[in-house]
């Protein structure tokens, strides 16, 4: 009994939801693996190129689904934030090449005036995620980042305005993905 291992038969919902997503947007020589060993602590899932066996470590984090305030609205436009509250430590001492924060995105259905909830990702390789937070964000109380990104799924576009506003477009969805697919080849 040497051995620690993760529980799998119980999934962590985000990660299950993020390696459906990641089977939509990686080619098909590209497999998504969740380890099970206890001891690698920070990654949640593992993506491998068959066919050159390189591969990329991913962290995931997942938001629940925020209603926006009328004033957020006005602000950001249609859409909705996703938060995210974690120690320093996790992003500037973690060992995974990505971050994937999954967002949970209330969105209105014009024609039917029907509101549904519909994940969004932000795919941040964790280099620059450190860059960002060095840049743009304080470290709060117990030494923790704050992080309020607000998905506006109607223009395609994404913000992270907890500290500073700052544009993350460039990590929303497909196009967060374009890099990783990259690093993979």
């Given at each position: 009994m040497g051995r620690a291992y993760k529980n799998f038969w119980s999934l962590n919902?985000?990660?299950a939801v993020v390696t459906g997503i990641l089977r939509d947007f990686t080619p098909k020589n590209v497999e998504v693996l969740m380890p099970i060993n206890a001891q690698m602590k920070d990654i949640d899932l593992i993506l491998m190129n068959m066919d050159n066996k390189k591969s990329l470590k991913i962290q995931v984090k997942g938001s629940r689904a925020y209603e926006p305030r009328k004033s957020e609205v006005v602000k950001y436009g249609n859409g909705s934030a996703g938060w995210f509250y974690f120690k320093k430590d996790i992003i500037h001492k973690n060992t995974a090449d990505y971050f994937i924060f999954l967002i949970y995105v209330i969105e209105e259905i014009k024609k039917?005036?029907?509101?549904?909830?519909m994940p969004h990702t932000l795919t941040i390789p964790t280099k620059e995620?450190?860059?960002l937070c060095e840049k743009h964000k304080k470290i709060g109380k117990g030494g923790r980042y704050n992080f309020f990104f607000w998905i506006n799924p109607v223009k395609n576009k994404s913000i992270e305005?907890?500290?500073e506003t700052y544009d993350t477009t460039k990590?929303?969805?497909k196009n967060g993905f374009k890099k990783l697919?990259?690093?993979?080849k």
């Open positions: 919902t985000d990660e039917t005036g029907r509101r549904i909830i995620l450190i860059q305005f907890g500290d990590y929303l969805d697919n990259q690093e993979l």
